[in-house]
């Protein structure tokens, strides 16, 4: 089952934010001045805006969850993360501005393996939480509403 990852005002401002000051620059930047190593109107700032944009909109469209047949697999735009349901331990709510493969500060932080850690934002927390419990009767979640296997 598939869950796309919530979306705050936060990540909202960031995305679309960067989207306003890139076609401000296009639109109403003037002759580059001082030294720059690529300035962005050549045709090498073209390509590396192009990437910036198509990285950003590759991140922002396909962030989500997978979870199937034992595994959760976490994409985040071009990266993808595998992991097994029986090696997680933990499932707990964090709020936090970390860099993770989440477009949200309303996480779930998920403790596997040798004390590896990663966070998550899925739009449906509890039935992402209820999937995962069903699949590894083992997993403790700590918090929130299913804060029943402590």
């Known amino acids: ?27 109403f930047g003037s002759e580059p001045f001082g030294f720059q190593l690529i300035p962005y109107d050549s045709i090498f700032g073209y ?24 595994k959760l697999t976490i994409r985040f735009g071009p990266i993808k993360r595998y992991i097994n349901s029986r090696d997680i331990i933990k499932i707990s709510n964090e709020r936090s501005l970390i860099t993770a493969p989440a477009l949200s500060v309303d996480r779930l932080s998920i403790l596997y393996g040798d004390y590896k850690v990663i966070s998550i ?18 997993i403790k979640y700590i918090g929130g509403v299913c804060e029943k296997r402590i």
Not at 49 to 65: C, E, H, Q, S
């Open 1 to 27: 089952m598939y869950f796309s990852s919530k979306k705050d005002i936060w990540s909202r401002l960031f995305y679309y934010g960067f989207l306003v000051f890139i076609v401000f620059i296009y639109r």
């Open 121 to 138: 934002s899925p739009k449906n927390k509890e039935e992402f939480i209820h999937l995962l419990t069903s699949e590894n009767t083992e």
């Open 47 to 70: 390509i590396l805006t192009g990437v910036l944009l198509g990285g950003i909109t590759w991140i922002w469209f396909r962030t989500g969850y997978f979870v199937e047949d034992g």
